[in-house]
């Protein structure tokens, strides 16, 4: 397994109510690997966006790079974390779905957990593919022409989904397998439970 994400640059794509463990877990994990992670926001009158921990309010995280300003062609990466508010906003920002759009369009792997599938659902990404994500999504996913598995994590194409903070080990190992092998990993297909 490829662990080396040494001069890799991430995109974290959240809005208000980002579900907290889903953004800072897989973050450490990220930098950890070597990568340079940014957080990509649409909030920005105070420069941080607030997460939800699990039933409350969480913490507030600092925006690295506003989205209006944001060119992910910068990117090598796009990690999506969850949480019901924050792919809800997202999905209805013009910007973001066409800041998600760009990573497949231009076959650089994405990561998404949880309620995260539903900003692809709106970027009219996942026609083809197999996913998993919180169980709710299953009819969107499925209306969208994916393939909607019950599994900790999938692997499609250089797309990881997992369902929920449980499964934030087996997210992490696959999202860094799949950034460190970076746009090749969009030219085959695997699913597998890690």
């Known amino acids: 397994m490829a662990k080396d994400l040494t001069g890799k ?3 974290i794509l959240v809005d208000e109510g980002f579900e907290q463990v889903e953004l800072v877990k897989p973050r450490k994990a ?5 990568a340079e992670t940014q957080v990509v926001s649409p909030q920005t009158e105070q420069g941080q966006v607030r997460g939800w921990n699990m039933k409350r309010w969480g913490k507030f995280v600092a925006i690295d790079v506003p989205l209006e300003s944001a060119d992910p062609s910068t990117f090598d990466a796009l990690l999506l974390p969850g949480g019901v508010m924050n792919p809800d906003k997202l999905r209805i920002n013009p910007k973001a779905v066409e800041f998600v759009k760009h990573f497949f369009d231009a076959g650089k792997p994405v990561a998404a957990i949880c309620h995260a599938p539903w900003t692809l659902v709106e970027a009219d990404v996942v026609k083809g593919r197999t996913l998993t994500s919180w169980p709710s999504l299953r009819t969107d ?6 393939s909607w598995v019950d599994q900790e994590v999938v692997t499609d194409n250089g ?4 369902r929920m903070p449980d499964d934030i080990r087996a997210f992490n190992k696959k999202m860094i397998e799949q950034f460190a092998e970076g746009e090749p990993a969009m030219r085959h297909t695997e699913q597998r439970i890690a």
């Open 9 to 11: 640059r991430i995109a």
């Open 30 to 34: 990220l930098d950890k690997a070597g």
């Open 141 to 146: 996913i499925r209306n969208a022409g994916g």
């Open 159 to 162: 797309l990881v989904t997992s």
